[in-house]
Antibody, heavy 115, light 107 residues
C-alpha cells in the first residue's frame, strides 16, 4: 500500500540545523510532488513548500525562504527537508504529504529545539 | 495568500447529532478544497476532496458541498470516533492554506 515513513524525533540546540526524511513506497515516486507542513504545539498546519521528485525543482513558502532546503534521492524514493538556524519557535511536528491532493501523509516527525 | 476562515472554532454535540462546519475562502478557489480530520498525536486524514468527493473508506455520514468561496462539511449522525479537529484546505494556489480548525467534542 501507499506509505510515507518519516525519520524519528530530533532534539536540536538553537542555531543548529535539522534534516527530516520522508521515504515513499507503494507507488511510482517521481509521479507525485511531495509537500512539507509544519504544526507547532497546539496550532494549525503551515505550508512550508514542495518538491518535484522528478527533476528536483522546489517552491518554498516565503516565510521559509533562505532557511529551508528540500531535496530528493530517487534511488531510495526519499525526500528530505532541512531547516537551518533553528530557534525555539521551530519546535513542531513536521509532516510530508503526497501530491497536490495531499492524499497520503507521513506519520510526522517531532523536532524539539532547546538549549 | 488565500485565507481560509472556518466556523465555528469549536462545537459540542451529542452522539447522533447532525453537525455542519463551514469554510470561507478569501477569494474564489473553484472546488479545490479538501476536508481533513486530525486526532491528537496523529497526522491529518483526508475525508473529502474536490469539495464533495468522499475519500475511499470514509463513512457515508460525511459529506461536503460548496464551490467558489463557501464550503460546508456535514456529519449526518455524529459518532464517538468523530471527535477531534477538522480542517479545510485550499489547494487552488500556492501557498496552500488550511483553515484554523474546528474542534469537535462530545457533551
Amino acid at each position: 500500500q501507499v506509505q510515507l515513513v518519516q525519520s524519528g524525533a530530533e532534539v536540536k540546540k538553537p542555531g543548529a540545523s535539522v534534516k527530516v526524511s520522508c521515504k515513499a513506497s507503494g507507488y511510482r515516486f517521481i509521479t507525485y510532488y511531495m509537500y512539507w507542513w509544519r504544526q507547532a504545539p497546539g496550532q494549525g498546519l503551515e505550508w512550508m513548500g514542495v518538491i518535484n521528485p522528478s527533476g528536483g525543482s522546489t517552491t518554498y513558502a516565503q516565510k521559509w525562504k533562505g532557511r529551508v532546503t528540500m531535496t530528493r534521492d530517487t534511488s531510495t524514493s526519499t525526500v528530505y527537508m532541512e531547516l537551518s538556524s533553528l530557534t525555539s519557535e521551530d519546535t513542531a511536528v513536521y509532516y510530508c504529504a503526497r501530491g497536490s491532493d495531499q492524499d497520503v501523509w507521513g506519520q510526522g516527525t517531532t523536532v524539539t529545539v532547546s538549549s | 495568500d488565500i485565507q481560509m476562515t472556518q466556523s465555528p472554532s469549536s462545537l459540542s454535540a451529542s452522539v447522533g447529532d447532525r453537525i455542519s462546519i463551514t469554510c470561507r475562502a478569501s477569494q474564489g478557489i473553484r472546488n479545490d478544497l479538501a476536508w481533513f480530520h486530525q486526532k491528537p498525536g496523529e497526522a491529518p486524514k483526508r475525508l473529502i476532496y474536490g469539495a464533495s468527493t468522499l475519500e475511499s473508506g470514509v463513512p457515508s455520514r460525511f459529506s461536503g458541498s460548496g464551490s467558489g468561496t463557501d464550503f460546508t462539511l456535514t456529519i449526518s449522525s455524529l459518532q464517538p470516533e468523530d471527535s477531534g479537529i477538522y480542517y479545510c484546505l485550499q489547494r487552488y494556489t500556492y501557498p496552500y492554506t488550511f483553515g484554523q480548525g474546528t474542534n469537535v467534542e462530545f457533551k
